[in-house]
T-cell receptor, first 114, second 111 residues
Framework: NAGVTQTPKFQVLKTGQSMTLQCAQD?????MSWYRQDPGMGLRLIHY???????DQGEVPNGYNVSRSTTEDFPLRLLSAAPSQTSVYFC?????????????FGPGTRLTVL | TQLLEQSPQFLSIQEGENLTVYCNSS?????LQWYRQEPGEGPVLLVT?????EVKKLKRLTFQFGDARKDSSLHITAAQPGDTGLYLC???????????FGPGTSLSVIP
């Protein structure tokens, strides 16, 4: 099992460009999330999905779109990149267990917006 | 808004010392998780606590969930340089709820 994979590992964008960060998991987990992590800070939730066709906003959703057409994939789209979106992005997946949220994380995508 | 706070923010100790880090909230969580993150990598799950008052041990690490399920602590006995990293707590109110993270405690264990 590969677990949670993310591509690309590094990306540099110019202000106004759009791009999609890819995330895939092979554990058949219903629940997937996207977080961003800025220096000196913990992880902030961008969007999450509790199953195919279902998505919801997290703490910092502005400027990002998601969709969940399959259980395996949960791409994150930046519509018009801004310097404030420079960050490390982590995707995570978890099985929906009663009362627990044990997440498995990908290696991250390091994004710089100039 | 469910908010998780962690203290201390930074901790630098000598090898062999004991330490405790805290995770606090005004909200009730169905469970809390502790993760450790090393530079350049994603967080890795250490433990989940589900029942109020629960204590779990993982070698030299002891985790406790508060009776009211609003707070948790992580105690490390005889810290080693390999314990160095960012310790994060996280939780959600229900199985399908959003999962939020605290800001983390950055631990440095000096040989």
């Amino acid at each position: 099992n590969a677990g949670v994979t993310q591509t690309p590992k590094f990306q540099v964008l110019k202000t106004g460009q759009s791009m999609t960060l890819q995330c895939a998991q092979d554990m058949n987990h219903e629940y997937m999330s996207w977080y961003r992590q800025d220096p000196g800070m913990g992880l902030r939730l961008i969007h999450y999905s509790v199953g195919a066709g279902i998505t919801d906003q997290g703490e910092v959703p502005n400027g990002y779109n998601v969709s969940r057409s399959t259980t395996e994939d949960f791409p994150l789209r930046l519509l018009s990149a801004a310097p404030s979106q420079t960050s490390v992005y982590f995707c995570a997946s978890q099985r929906v267990m009663t009362g627990a949220h044990e997440q498995f994380f990908g290696p991250g995508t390091r994004l710089t917006v100039l | 808004t469910q908010l998780l706070e962690q203290s201390p923010q930074f901790l630098s100790i000598q090898e062999g010392e004991n330490l405790t880090v805290y995770c606090n909230s005004s909200s009730v969580f169905s469970s809390l998780q502790w993760y450790r993150q090393e530079p350049g990598e994603g967080p890795v799950l250490l433990v989940t606590v589900v029942t109020g008052g629960e204590v779990k041990k993982l070698k030299r690490l002891t985790f406790q969930f508060g009776d009211a399920r609003k707070d948790s602590s992580l105690h490390i006995t005889a810290a080693q340089p390999g314990d160095t990293g960012l310790y994060l707590c996280a939780g959600g109110k229900t199985s399908y709820d959003k999962v939020i993270f605290g800001p983390g405690t950055s631990l440095s264990v000096i040989p």
